[in-house]
């Protein structure tokens, strides 16, 4: 039997019915139409499907819809402001840290992770926060500089 | 039980594309009527930046801004015909198509826009940003928009060009075995320190240093993220990646990420490249390609450097700790 599953996605109350047992990433793909959030192994080891959850990234491949009930969601597609890329954006761009793109929206989103709890992140830190993000084509270095990049510009803006 | 340093060279001398049957590509360009060119091809973007590569060779060729250049690759079933996206060949191969293209679009052009001003199209050169000027005079001008409108409502013309590049087949020399099968090849030559942990068999990659000369670099902050990504895949081939790690024996063969272990951002080392541009004679603006080589030198690099560490010469990939610690077995058993 289907359920009703309402939470806050990217700052607006949204709603869907899901099947027993179907995960955040599904609904959020299939029901609710956002597909930033990418489906690559389905088993919690690539964190392509990162979202946050009240702040903290996780797998949404994993967690059933029903644990969004009354939370706040966050993907990818919420972060430019209207035509204004979000710093972190605009570093993986500026940095070239996507090629492919398909780890791209789970790494910004891990990455946000951090700089929200951390604004002054050592190197070591940004790799500890993407180290559950798989990459096939970046080789890291670029993600792990736009990601430092990123903070530098958010802290130049407070 | 120490941890010791060795450093190993390779170089590399990479084929661009390849020539079984012949190596060949198409391109199609045309303006649409409000003056803007879309190139097709069937050469696919998968990241490595076909799209940006053939946008700035079309835009360069046909002398417009590159804003105003869209590719689509949208489908290689009805698209101009291409081998594919592999072997390092797309900007050297489909690159040379697209320039041919915008060569033959451009004249169109410049065809039309001669009728338009009643000059000889020999006396006309676009400006870059989008006008048609008479050469020396340049208050004598249309907008390529304006000239497209001509062209599709006016003159009856499709401002459009065909572009093809053939690499033809090469035949073997039935006497002494010669061929040739590419046209261009591209050089590397790179340096790995690496520290070998002899209790543990682990290996560390702590630096990598490289030469690439890769004909004309068309776009440097591509070129640099290719290179980089291609370091770590090296990595990974010589240290991690393996699908049946007991080959023929299928045992004990990774079947997802848990078990398919590839380095993370944690196990990359520094990487610091030096683009050497040699322009190739036939390539695009003189480019030759990086696709595949960039992936290949760490692997006998690191193999050197193993050596130079610890005086055992690994020859199968992955150099997993396994095989350091049974090579060191056997080397201290003196065998
Ligand atoms: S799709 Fe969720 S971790 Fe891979
Ligand atoms: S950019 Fe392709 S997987 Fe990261």
């Known amino acids: 039997m289907v359920t009703a599953v309402s939470f806050t996605l990217n700052g607006t109350a949204v709603a869907a019915v899901a099947e027993p047992a179907e995960t955040l990433l599904s609904v959020l793909r299939h029901r609710l139409g956002d597909t930033s959030p990418k489906a690559g192994c389905l088993q919690g080891t690539c964190g392509a499907c990162t979202v946050l959850l009240d702040g903290e990234p996780v797998l949404s491949c994993l967690l059933l819809a029903d644990a969004a009930e009354g939370r706040r969601v966050e993907t990818v597609r919420g972060l430019a402001d209207g035509p204004t890329l979000h710093p972190l954006q605009e570093a993986f761009m500026d940095r070239f840290a996507a090629q492919c793109g398909f780890c791209t929206p789970g790494m910004i989103m891990a990455a946000k992770a951090l700089l929200d709890r951390n604004p002054n992140p050592t190197r070591e830190e940004v790799i500890e926060a993407i180290s559950g993000n798989v990459c096939r084509c970046t080789g890291y270095l670029p993600i792990i500089e736009a990601i430092l990049e990123a903070a530098r510009r958010l802290a130049a803006r407070r | 039980m120490a941890k010791h340093r060795g450093r190993g060279v ?78 390092s060949r797309g900007t050297h191969r489909a690159g040379n198509a697209v320039v041919a293209a915008a060569r033959e679009a451009k004249e169109v052009l410049l065809e039309v826009a001669a009728e338009e ?91 990598i240093k490289a030469a690439y000369e890769i004909g004309r670099a068309l776009n440097i902050g591509l070129v640099e993220q290719q290179l980089v990504g291609g370091a770590w895949m090296g990595i990974s081939h010589a240290l991690f990646e393996t699908v049946e790690p007991y080959y023929p024996d299928r045992a004990h063969g990774p079947t997802d990420f848990n078990g398919y272990l590839m380095p993370g951002p944690g196990d990359m080392c520094p990487v610091e490249i030096e683009i050497i541009e040699r322009p190739a004679l036939d390539g695009p603006y003189g480019a030759k390609g990086i696709g595949e080589m960039c992936a290949t030198p760490p692997i006998p690099a690191i193999a050197n450097a193993i050596e130079d560490a610890i005086g055992v010469r690994i020859t199968e990939m992955p150099f997993t700790p396994e095989k350091i610690l049974r090579a060191l077995d056997a080397k201290r058993a003196g065998r």
Do not use: W
Not at chain 2, 30 to 52: C, E, N, R, W, Y
Not at chain 2, 173 to 183: E, K, L, N, S
Not at chain 2, 185 to 192: E, G, K, Q, R
């Open chain 2, 10 to 87: 390779a170089s590399v001398n990479y084929p661009i594309g390849m020539n079984l049957g012949g190596d060949p590509s198409q391109a199609l360009v045309h303006a649409t009527p409000t003056g803007k060119f879309v190139v097709t091809l069937s050469s696919i973007d998968l990241g490595q930046g076909m799209k940006s590569v053939t946008r700035q060779l079309a835009a360069e060729t046909l002398g417009v801004p590159i804003e105003d250049v869209h590719v689509d690759t949208g489908d290689s079933d009805t698209g101009p015909h291409c081998m594919g996206s592999f072997a």
């Open chain 2, 117 to 207: 001003l009643e000059v000889d199209p020999r006396d006309l050169e676009l400006d870059g940003r989008g006008n048609v000027r008479v050469k020396g005079a340049p208050a004598r001008a249309l907008s390529v928009r304006d000239v497209a409108q001509a062209a599709h409502f006016k003159r009856g013309k499709s401002i459009s060009g065909r572009g093809m590049f053939l690499v033809p087949p090469s035949d073997v020399d039935p006497d002494t075995g010669a061929m040739r099968p590419v046209t261009t090849y591209a050089h590397a030559c790179m340096i790995v320190d690496v520290e070998v942990d002899d209790e543990t068999g682990e290996v560390r990659v702590l630096s």
